[in-house]
């Protein structure tokens, strides 16, 4: 797969895609249309960053963004009737930013680097075991349940194990901040570790509430 050098990005708050996991998007505003038609016609790829939370937010400055998000390609594009889009992006590789593009265009592009994350592109067997990840499982189950999410846990099993980690850390009610973490995290071992981490904390703190900050 050959690999762009400079991408255009989409900076949506709280939402992370990861490697090996697709998301639904519903592309409206005018700019990020002209975003995806601009990629549909060029290699289909788009980057997803988060922009980073400020507390004196200046609503006439672009945010700024974390330097790594992850690079993603349009797998199903169909326009509704309103002229809206819907399309499918499948997270393919991270990225970090190395700086932003000055151009007419609406949408921002940045210059990117892929070289931390070569592993993402690899088919490689993880030496995890699904009996390394029952308590993780066990405590993220319950963490669902308690904030109304529904998820096909048995489907989740037939998944690789990347697959099947980096689902449950895009899709889990946990912060903009640790979801972040978890996207930065070098390999599926460090990633496992940072969800049991995070976990610990509602586990002793919020566990038994009825709302989770």
């Not at 991408?7 to 990861?18: D, E, G, K, T």
């Not at 931390?116 to 669902?144: A, C, G, M, P, V």
Request: glycine share 2%; net charge neutral.
């Amino acid at each position: 797969m050959k690999l762009p050098k400079t991408i255009p990005v989409f900076p949506l708050s709280n939402f992370i895609i990861f490697p090996k996991t697709t998301v639904p998007l519903n592309i409206f505003e005018p700019r990020y249309i002209d975003m995806v038609n601009d990629s549909m016609k060029a290699d289909k790829f788009i980057g997803m960053v988060q922009p980073k939370i400020t507390k004196n937010f200046d609503d006439n400055k672009l945010p700024s963004l974390h330097k790594v998000g992850c690079l993603g390609k349009i797998t199903s594009f169909k326009e509704a009737d309103d002229g809206r889009y819907l399309i499918d992006l499948k997270g393919v590789i991270r990225f970090e930013i190395k700086k932003e593009i000055d151009s007419n265009k609406k949408y921002r592009e940045f210059e990117i680097n892929f070289e931390n994350f070569l592993d993402d592109l690899e088919e490689k067997k993880e030496n995890l075991k699904f009996s390394d990840l029952e308590l993780i499982f066990k405590d993220l189950k319950t963490l669902f349940e308690k904030r109304g999410f529904i998820i096909n846990w048995k489907a989740l099993e037939k998944q690789s194990l990347d697959e099947t980690i980096n689902a449950l850390a895009m899709t889990s009610p946990f912060s903009l901040e640790e979801k972040q973490v978890l996207l930065e995290a070098k390999n599926l071992e460090i990633r496992k570790t940072k969800i049991s981490e995070i976990l610990n904390t509602y586990t002793y703190d919020q566990f038994d509430n009825t709302t989770l900050q």
